[in-house]
């Protein structure tokens, strides 16, 4: 059974950074996509970032492109999205998921695996 377990998540001021892990175990690491979703009260499920298999090639939502980055450590199985410039509207749980396929997906159905989540509360 592959489980994602993430952490990082706080209590950070507007224009705050936070860097958010996610380690993976019980799976092939480097033959998953990895992603970053986030879902805040009373709304969807929504995509931030995503990373392909071994590859490594990065997809970033309009919406935090140029604030947030994707990353992945396979030898670690190991993905991370580092967060700057934080604002208000990016307070969420941050989800990590795990997807096999080849390139990478912003479409939560199209991932396999999912950790329980990470808060992140920005303060304004």
């Known amino acids: 059974q592959v489980q994602l377990v993430e952490s990082g998540g706080g209590l950070v001021q507007a224009g705050g950074s936070l860097r958010l892990s996610c380690v993976a175990s019980?799976?092939?690491?480097?033959?998953?996509?990895m992603a970053w979703f986030r879902q805040a009260p009373g709304k969807e499920r929504e995509f931030v970032a995503a990373?392909?298999?071994?590859?490594?090639?990065?997809y970033i939502a309009g919406s935090v492109r140029g604030r947030f980055t994707i990353s992945r450590d396979n030898a670690k199985n190991t993905v991370s999205l580092q967060m700057i410039s934080l604002k208000p509207e990016d307070t969420a749980v941050y989800y990590c998921?795990?997807?096999?396929?080849?390139?990478?997906?912003?479409?939560?159905?199209?991932?396999?695996?999912w950790g329980q989540g990470t808060q992140v509360t920005v303060s304004s």
């Open positions: 998921a795990a997807g096999v396929m080849d390139y990478w997906s912003a479409l939560s159905n199209d991932y396999d695996y």
């Open positions: 990373i392909r298999r071994e590859v490594g090639t990065t």
């Open positions: 019980g799976g092939t690491f480097d033959t998953y996509a």
